[in-house]
């Protein structure tokens, strides 16, 4: 049952998987850059700053880097989970908040890019958006990194009998419907 034909990629999938490169590197500039051009004071700020730019430029290069490495494109399953941790890293760049030297009510308290840029009322909505973008950036990011991984191996993805008659029936029909599923 294993299916190693893969179709080339064509619109939306294309675009993502070529973007994707792009968006690798512009995501993990969005959220260092903007902590350096406002100021960040605090230490530990700038390693959680370094640190989610590590992750994202590493969840990025795995899932196009990998099949790309194999001689194989991203599957598209693997691609839209990369560009679900990508919005996440927007969010993350907007609301990671820092100590800076524009801080929007003093210098002791932490603030965000985004109460930089629209005032002190975005000040408390810093951690509380960041936190769990980040989450969901990174669990993202791992899902299609794996996917990624998994549907550039050699064989492709691999489905035993055992899960064939089970393929497009009951409430998630259409998880049986990918690329490389040929009854």
Known sequence: MENSHQ??????????????WVATFVFAAWILLPRLIIGTTVTGAMAVTVILTVVILAIGCVTL?????????????A???LWIAFSGAFVVGLFLPD???????????ATALVAVLFGAGW????????NPAA??????GVIGAVFSVLDSRPGGPIRTEDEDHLQGHGPFAILGEDEYYRP
Do not use: C, L, Y
């Open 7 to 20: 179709d080339a990629p064509v619109g939306w999938h294309k675009f993502g998987i070529i973007a994707g």
């Open 65 to 77: 880097g990998v099949p790309a490495a194999r001689k194989k494109k991203p599957s598209k399953r």
């Open 79 to 81: 691609v839209a989970w």
């Open 99 to 109: 100590d800076t030297i524009f801080s929007a009510i003093n210098h002791d308290q």
């Open 123 to 130: 000040e408390a909505a810093g951690s509380a958006i960041a």
């Open 135 to 140: 989450i969901v950036m990174t669990i993202t």
